[in-house]
């Protein structure tokens, strides 16, 4: 449906926007337009508003909506108003993506899968290195953790799937690969991502009033740095 | 004016409604597990509906308080007791000084809320009082309280109390929470992924009983049952996820997401609890049964509203009669 969409719901306080059933540029850009959209256009009663790949997730109070909605349910109501708002689909644009350049290191001691990662696709890890490195990559959603970015597309001859077993502690700021998707731990979690980089900056910080770094709709790049580098950053 | 932690519970933290608005960048709401208990504990005492209040399971927090206080406790019934003298919950108590708050024995429920007039002084985020634990922040230092921690409140209150024989004075007024809670079966909704299900499995949804596995916390809960089996693979793209969420897990067994769930999700999503049941929900604890029954989303905004519109009664009563018996005690 490359200009259709379904509006569904997602128990009885949510309901879910698709635009699409593929991951893809395309479709994750009118999931974010859409969300930025009602960040400036506020419908009250609405509490959050999640983009995912391919879905926008409305999150509301069913008591306000309900104000509204009078003897129509909630979500009829929230799902008409979202119909005519995406019908004039020509006023939605996105706004300009943000450009973010991150920098890594990839050196083994801070990336504790990148020369089984090398061999696994029978390169270098130089090879890596250049292949990560070189992709301008968009972020499609955060989720999983505060400020956690999925960011796609991994070049075809890094794709690698998660760990079978899962690390019970993957450092904050390691740089992963899953699937044909990259991000970033910003807290030390447990995780199964192939790790294959560590950066010094970090991605999320409580006392910013936008604690995350990302925003869904960054187009965002890597490049490497020495382990002095690293070091030297990390201390400031 | 502050309450002390003599011993700690095994986990007992601050929480208010939640932290919304924040989810699209992966921060989770983290709010009160029952969303009905705060409400009330806090109506009993006069508070703000969503001032933050202490959520305990069992084994509690045994809690010293050096200078009386109006509290009020909601929720499960913990036999709570103060210097050993049972301890009404739902109803506002004005504890005396130099006693102790102790729970001894968890007869029914899960969690139970304790409230105090004007509130605990907490570290607000992001505009919420709630405790983040993955983060470390609201609540009181963003963790779980320890021994010796001491919790300061907002407001200093004088309550003349003179009877110092009791350690405790029982306000006559009392919250009803009859038919706020739902008894039998919780009601869901049908998720985006019911329709995978195979005939067989939807109809196990509603006919069998599930068991919460030991395997349970504010996270999520984890049932145990025969499996259930989706009619053909699915490849689910991570999309946004909600407290009362039902997954269904690889091993065909089913998943509830709680208060804390992370806010995106991959696997199939065969139901939701529907809202006003979510309290419900919450009072369930280890080796307990449940089974579900499917609604339409008009009963389950009826359920809501009725459930709102009850705690507004409530609320309201509180308000109205509240003044007067606080005033009255101030002067006995």
């Not at chain 1, 450009?99 to 020369?115: G, M, Q, R, T």
């Not at chain 2, 009181?140 to 407001?155: M, T, W």
């Not at chain 2, 065909?252 to 929900?281: C, E, F, N």
């Amino acid at each position: 449906m490359a200009t259709g969409f379904t509006i569904n719901p997602l128990g009885d306080d949510a309901l879910i926007i698709e635009f699409g059933d593929e991951i893809n540029v395309e479709t994750n850009q009118r999931v974010i337009a859409l969300q930025q959209y009602l960040k400036i256009n506020i419908i009250e009663g609405i509490i959050d508003i999640i983009p995912a790949y391919t879905t926008l997730t409305i999150v509301y109070n069913i008591s306000v909506i309900k104000k509204l909605s009078r003897d129509q349910i909630a979500f009829k109501w929230l799902q008409k108003t979202l119909i005519s708002i995406l019908q004039k689909q020509l006023i939605i644009q996105k706004n300009e993506s943000r450009k973010l350049s991150i920098p890594v290191c990839y050196h083994p001691s801070l990336a504790p899968d990148i020369e089984w990662l090398a061999d696994q696709h029978q390169l270098t890890t130089d090879e890596v290195i250049s292949l990560h490195s070189s992709t301008i990559y968009q972020v499609y959603m955060l989720g999983f953790l505060p400020g956690f970015p999925y960011m796609a597309t991994v070049n075809q001859k890094l794709a690698t799937p998660r760990k079978s077993t899962p690390r019970k502690i993957v450092a904050a700021g390691s740089v992963g690969i899953a699937g044909n998707q990259t991000g970033i731990y910003p807290f030390a979690s447990p995780g199964g991502w192939q790790l294959i980089g560590k950066t010094p900056i970090s991605i999320f910080d409580i006392n910013e009033q936008q604690p995350a770094l990302f925003q869904p709709g960054d187009v965002v790049n890597f490049y490497p740095i020495t382990l002095e580098e690293f070091n030297h950053l990390q201390e400031e | 004016m502050s309450i002390k932690i003599i011993k700690a519970g095994i986990s007992d933290a601050f929480f208010d409604e939640g932290r919304f608005g924040h989810q699209q960048s992966g921060i989770n709401p983290t709010g009160a597990m029952d969303t009905v208990s705060i409400k009330i504990a806090n109506a009993l005492v006069n508070n703000f509906y969503n001032e933050a209040v202490l959520e305990m399971h069992f084994p509690a927090a045994t809690i010293l308080f050096e200078k009386p206080a109006l509290v009020a406790l909601s929720g499960a019934n913990f036999s709570a007791t103060v210097n050993d003298k049972i301890l009404p919950i739902n109803t506002p108590i004005l504890i005396h000084q130099q006693t102790v708050l102790h729970f001894k024995n968890p007869v029914e429920g899960a969690r139970v809320y304790l409230s105090i007039r004007g509130g605990f002084a907490l570290q607000p985020w992001l505009n919420s009082y709630s405790t983040n634990s993955l983060i470390k922040v609201g609540g009181f230092n963003g963790r779980a309280l320890q021994k010796d921690d001491i919790v300061s409140f907002n407001q200093q209150y004088d309550y003349p109390v003179n009877n110092t024989s009791k350690p405790f004075k029982i306000l006559p007024l009392s919250a009803s929470t009859v038919g706020l809670y739902k008894q039998g079966a919780l009601r869901i909704i049908a998720g985006p992924h019911f329709k995978n299900l195979t005939t067989d499995s939807q109809q196990q949804l509603v006919l069998q009983s599930f068991t919460i596995t030991n395997d349970n916390n504010r996270m999520g809960y984890r049932l145990k049952s025969s499996p259930l089996q989706l009619s053909k693979t699915q490849n689910i793209i991570s999309s946004a996820v909600t407290y009362g969420c039902v997954q269904l897990l690889p091993n065909g067994q089913l998943l509830i997401l709680m208060a804390d769930h992370q806010t995106t999700g991959g696997y199939p999503i065969v139901a939701k609890v529907i809202a006003a049941d979510l309290v419900s929900l919450a009072q369930k604890k280890s080796s307990d049964s449940i089974s579900f029954q499917i609604v339409t989303p008009a009963a389950a905004e009826e359920a809501y509203m009725l459930q709102h519109r009850h705690l507004l009664q409530i609320q309201n009563a509180c308000k109205l009669q509240l003044n007067d018996r606080i005033n009255f005690l101030c002067r006995s």
